[in-house]
């Protein structure tokens, strides 16, 4: 009997040296003014999230031996102002998935997650990191987040990396009528980060499929970044001023990114076409870093709706986790376009807006 229960302790004893877990809680608190022109009249309001959505969010992993672990994160967006659920008032809105790695062959990923395609715009082309008034979100799709989304993140070899995803439809009779197709090939080689990244939203009715493409560059001079992107878009959500998806950790001047709003829904007819260029630049000297950045959208269609947005931003860090913001962009409609100045956390109303404000990691 003695031997009996040694065995059984040291059995224990094994599978938690195998089975070491660690969960954290972490979050952000963002808030501030933003002054709004043009659009539907003047506005002064108090916006929550405008550099990065306010969150509070899970994540755990588990080291399963053999170069093997598991994974979850479930992340809750917040207003700030009002004290409401973001994203629609989803409980884990933001994120939640469930992943298994692999030191060698990559990481899968299976919930409700950022897409490959929204990654490149946020990471390597906006030097805003998508966040506050000068965010490249305002004229380009985002393709934010991907539901009943399956992912698989490859290691990196030779600098070379790819992001596959794919998110169920789950139409009963058709399984390619809503579904998403998301994917990302990258390269990242001291200075230079170069991706090519590509984006399919497929709608109920076969009609109304939309496709974005854009290859996109970072290269890092000392204390400053250069940022480039061009983008191909084809369907709904490239034309009119609206775009769709929402608005998330920047390579920018933003550390950490926004949790967004939905835009109205799918907007130009099947078939539109527009194309956006981005050229930016962000700087950090100590405390202090500096962003700006020139965003073209060229409408494909004949209405010829273009749009032109500046931007520029400044941000103080107080400490590692707190800083103070204010950034000013404008948007210049054509033809009827009616883009408007939004936020991580907000779409706006105006062609123009002020945003100043504070920002804690938690």
């Known amino acids: 009997m003695k031997y009996s229960v040694t065995t059984s302790l040291l059995a224990l004893a094994c599978c938690t040296a195998q089975a070491q877990s660690a969960i954290k809680v972490y979050g952000v608190a963002d808030?501030?003014?933003?002054?709004?022109?043009?659009?539907?009249?003047?506005?002064?309001?108090?916006?929550?999230?405008?550099?990065?959505?306010?969150?509070?969010?899970?994540?755990?992993?588990?080291?399963?031996?053999?170069?093997?672990?598991?994974?979850?994160?479930?992340?809750?967006?917040?207003?700030?102002?009002?004290?409401?659920?973001?994203?629609?008032?989803?409980?884990?809105?933001?994120?939640?998935y469930v992943s298994l790695g692999s030191t060698t062959l990559g990481t899968i990923s299976a919930g409700r997650q950022y897409s490959p395609y929204y990654k490149v715009?946020?990471?390597?082309?906006?030097?805003?990191?998508?966040?506050?008034?000068g965010q490249a979100a305002n004229l380009m799709?985002?393709?934010?987040?991907?539901?009943?989304?399956?992912?698989?993140?490859?290691?990196?070899?030779?600098?070379?990396?790819?992001?596959?995803?794919?998110?169920?439809?789950?139409?009963?009779?058709?399984?390619?009528?809503?579904?998403?197709?998301?994917?990302?090939?990258?390269?990242?080689?001291?200075?230079?980060?170069?991706?090519?990244?590509?984006?399919?939203?497929?709608?109920?009715?076969?009609s109304t499929h939309s496709r974005n493409s854009m290859l996109a560059a970072r290269y890092t001079l000392g204390a400053y970044q250069l940022h480039a992107a061009y983008a191909a878009n084809r369907g709904m959500g490239t034309v009119g001023g609206s775009v769709l998806g929402t608005v998330v950790t920047g390579t920018g001047v933003t550390t950490l990114a926004g949790s967004g709003t939905s835009a109205a829904g799918p907007v130009g007819a099947p078939g539109a076409a527009s194309r956006d260029l981005l050229l930016g630049l962000c700087a950090?000297?100590?405390?202090?870093?500096?962003?700006?950045?020139?965003?073209?959208?060229?409408?494909?269609?004949?209405?010829?709706?273009?749009?032109?947005?500046?931007?520029?931003?400044y941000l103080?860090?107080?400490?590692?986790?707190?800083?103070?913001?204010?950034?000013?962009?404008?948007?210049?409609?054509?033809?009827?376009?009616?883009?408007?100045?939004?936020?991580?956390?907000?779409?706006?109303?105006g062609h123009s807006a002020i945003n100043i404000g504070l920002r804690h990691l938690l």
């Open 31 to 96: 808030a501030g003014l933003v002054i709004e022109r043009g659009g539907d009249g003047a506005t002064t309001k108090v916006g929550s999230g405008l550099a990065s959505g306010s969150r509070l969010g899970f994540k755990g992993t588990e080291d399963l031996g053999n170069g093997l672990s598991a994974g979850f994160v479930l992340e809750s967006g917040v207003s700030i102002d009002t004290g409401a659920s973001g994203q629609g008032g989803l409980t884990f809105g933001r994120q939640s």
């Open 121 to 133: 715009l946020r990471d390597v082309a906006d030097p805003f990191g998508d966040g506050l008034a």
């Open 141 to 206: 799709v985002p393709n934010a987040r991907m539901d009943n989304a399956v992912v698989y993140a490859t290691p990196a070899l030779a600098g070379w990396s790819a992001n596959l995803a794919y998110g169920a439809g789950e139409v009963a009779g058709n399984s390619t009528r809503k579904r998403t197709l998301s994917g990302a090939v990258s390269y990242s080689a001291g200075p230079l980060a170069v991706s090519l990244a590509h984006h399919r939203r497929e709608d109920a009715l076969a």
């Open 284 to 313: 950090t000297f100590g405390p202090h870093s500096f962003a700006g950045s020139v965003v073209q959208h060229a409408d494909r269609s004949a209405a010829d709706k273009d749009a032109r947005q500046y931007g520029v931003a």
């Open 316 to 349: 103080y860090a107080l400490s590692k986790r707190t800083d103070v913001y204010t950034a000013y962009a404008r948007i210049r409609n054509t033809n009827g376009a009616a883009f408007t100045v939004g936020n991580a956390s907000d779409d706006g109303k």
